[in-house]
């Protein structure tokens, strides 16, 4: 079971980046999928999550209105469109599957993008 997450790279602010998480080795499509974020030093902490159908989301204050997730369950891969990047948004971002606004509520982790936002 493997979540692959892919798209991150460095942006001016102001910005926009699409990140992707590719699942393999079974499917998803049941379960909630999220994005966390670690900048370095800092503690990993939610950014979004999205039900298993796509109908319900949810996300942090600081992205809420900038950053959208979706999924496409016939392709297993869930997405997040980052518009308006800020510094503050530089991270290492990772998917995960599972539910709730806490890591502990995942139980599979992708290898974690690396987005960067200069000013």
């Known amino acids: 079971v493997q979540l692959q997450a892919s798209g991150g790279g460095l942006v001016q602010a102001g910005g926009s980046l699409r990140l992707s998480c590719a699942a393999s080795g079974r499917t998803f499509s049941n379960d909630g999928m999220g994005w966390f974020r670690q900048a370095s030093g800092k503690e990993r902490e939610f950014v979004a999550v999205i039900s298993w159908n796509g109908r319900i989301t949810y996300y942090a204050d600081s992205v809420k209105g900038r950053f959208t997730i979706s999924r496409d369950n016939a392709k297993n891969t869930m997405y997040l469109q980052m518009n308006s990047l800020k510094p503050d948004d530089t991270a290492v971002y990772y998917c995960?599957?599972?539910?709730?606004?806490?890591?502990?509520?995942?139980?599979?982790w992708g290898q974690g993008t690396q987005v960067t936002v200069s000013s």
């Open positions: 995960a599957a599972g539910s709730g606004r806490t890591p502990e509520g995942y139980a599979y």
